[in-house]
């Protein structure tokens, strides 16, 4: 069975720093995307960023974009999201999700997970 498990969250000022990490396992086949998303209180869950497991290619919503990096490590069992120059405005329950790729076209979050984490909460103070 597929499982996600996020760490790294926490709080910070904003200027600053925080890596994600998903330990993710389970997986019996490669034609998967990790997604990363986020909510904030009161607000709709948004896709943030996503990397393929078959080609790695990845995906950054306009709202991260030059500031987030998503990466994985070799054997694909952590999924990275390095966050720079927090905003307030990044302030939410951060979430990985592995959206499975079958009959979806790039990028892949407007479908949502299929498995999900229990979230990590990323506090920006300004």
């Known amino acids: 069975e597929v499982q996600l498990v996020e760490s790294g969250g926490g709080l910070v000022q904003a200027g600053g720093s925080l890596r994600l990490s998903c330990a993710a396992s389970?997986?019996?086949?490669?034609?998967?995307?990790i997604g990363w998303f986020r909510q904030a209180p009161g607000k709709e869950r948004e896709g943030v960023s996503c990397?393929?497991?078959?080609?790695?290619?990845?995906y950054y919503a306009d709202s991260v974009k030059g500031r987030f990096t998503i990466s994985s490590d070799n054997a694909w069992n952590t999924i990275y999201l390095q966050m720079n120059s927090l905003k307030p405005e990044d302030t939410a329950v951060y979430y990985c999700?592995?959206?499975?790729?079958?009959?979806?076209?790039?990028?892949?979050?407007?479908?949502?997970?299929?498995?999900w984490g229990q979230g990590t909460q990323v506090t920006v103070s300004s």
């Open positions: 999700a592995a959206i499975f790729m079958y009959g979806r076209t790039w990028p892949p979050l407007r479908f949502g997970g299929d498995y």
């Open positions: 389970g997986f019996t086949f490669d034609d998967y995307t």
């Open positions: 990397i393929s497991r078959s080609d790695s290619r990845t």
